[in-house]
């Protein structure tokens, strides 16, 4: 009987970024970090390539459109907690509309903040991904035993 593949979770991330400030959102009511700050995110729901599933998420959150080849791959995470993810987070090169909160039942503040002054309760793995886009790093990994590394 042939051993079943391991599988991981593919999540998207959106960085925008705009006159050196980034758009974040306050989680609240999902039972993962309420009360702190992330990126307008998600997952890929499977036969859908990534790209697709940042702009869908993006649209579903904060009401602004992108098209997939708008979005540039900015930094990939691999990344362990309760369960071991790939984080694949894209800088749009545009986007139509002003961002605006799209799920007040799952997001109590969408804001923009200066990329080098975040939140004090921003998401450590998410000030991590930031971190890297600002130095251009394109790898990480995050919550392994060993420190993390960066390319």
């Known amino acids: 009987m042939p051993k079943d593949r391991f599988k991981l979770i ?14 974040m959102l306050r989680r ?13 995110a998600g997952h890929a729901d499977g036969n859908e390539p990534l790209t697709a599933a ?28 309760d369960d071991e993810r790939l984080d694949f987070f894209f800088a749009p090169a545009a986007w139509t509309g002003e961002p605006q909160n799209m799920e007040p039942g799952k997001c109590d503040d969408l804001s923009w903040f200066p990329l080098d ?3 004090d309760n921003t998401i450590p793995y998410i ?16 919550g392994w035993d060993s420190p993390a590394m960066h390319n």
């Open 54 to 81: 940042t702009a869908r998420e993006a649209k579903e959150e904060s009401g602004v459109t992108i098209a997939p080849a708008d979005l540039r791959l900015a930094v990939t995470m691999h990344r362990i907690a």
């Open 28 to 40: 609240a009511n999902t039972g993962y970090m309420d009360g702190s700050y992330s990126l307008v």
């Open 117 to 119: 002054a975040l939140p």
């Open 10 to 23: 593919a999540s998207v991330y959106v960085l925008f970024v705009k006159d050196g400030k980034i758009l």
């Open 127 to 142: 000030r991590e991904a930031i971190r890297c886009y600002r130095e251009g790093m394109g790898y990480s990994e995050w």
